[in-house]
């Protein structure tokens, strides 16, 4: 069975500092992805960033990067220089083996991140 | 380019009565999903389709009907509403990596 786990409800950071959600995944697919999202206080689902498991260097999308750690079943998300639009809920989710699975997605419970001024 | 549109955005139904949600893609993607968001949880899987004229079972389907007539709608009914169903229903479509999520629909079964 996948399994996702985000260990952090919730999260504060000062703005402008950098800080790590943290990510951890369960799952026996060989090839598989990983995704981040960003829900803000309004409520819809925002992508963010994506890494797949054979992929060599760890993702990276503006502010966003994804420290993928393979052998420790992590993908932990860091969010450098935050910014008070940076405050939300953040959803860490999995994709196993697409054929198998069709795409679908098995999501974490989410960590609440505030962005103090 | 509108991407997934969900209609309708907000609705309150009494126990026992039914209703559907229709969801609408414009990015010619195969695969449709539905999934729930109850409060301090993330998504759940309610239904999918891998294409036009198919839909599955996803984690939580128990309660819900889905149909996929066309390749660009994906409906999610309730035959009958209990209030367990109050939640946050997300539609998606997926291209081979992203997955592009509605804009959700807020339920309230009293």
């Known amino acids: 069975a996948q399994k996702i786990t985000q260990t952090q409800p919730g999260m504060f950071v000062q703005e402008k500092e950098a800080v790590t959600l943290d990510c951890t995944y369960d799952t026996s697919d060989p090839s598989y992805g990983l995704f981040w999202y960003k829900q803000p206080s309004s409520g819809e689902m925002i992508f963010l960033i994506y890494?797949?498991?054979?992929?060599?260097q760890n993702a990276t999308e503006g502010r966003y990067s994804l420290n993928f750690q393979k052998a420790r079943k992590s993908a932990n998300l860091v969010i450098s220089a935050s910014q008070l639009g940076d405050s939300a809920m953040y959803f860490c989710a999995m994709r196993g083996r697409w054929s198998s699975n069709t795409g679908k997605l098995i999501f974490g419970q989410g960590t609440t991140l505030q962005v103090k001024p | 380019n509108a991407g997934v549109t969900q209609t309708p955005k907000f609705r309150v139904l009494k126990t026992g009565q039914s209703m559907t949600l229709l969801c609408a893609q414009d990015m010619n993607h195969e695969y449709m999903y539905w999934y729930r968001q109850d409060p301090g949880m993330g998504l759940r899987l309610i239904h999918y389709s891998v294409g036009e004229g198919t839909t599955a079972k996803g984690e939580v389907p128990d309660g819900y009907n889905v149909s996929r007539l066309k390749k660009q709608n994906f409906l999610l009914g309730l035959e009958s509403a209990a209030p367990s169903q109050t939640s946050v229903y997300f539609c998606a479509s997926s291209s081979l990596v992203e997955q592009f999520f509605g804009p959700g629909t807020r339920l309230t079964v009293l």
């Open positions: 890494q797949g498991s054979y992929d060599q």
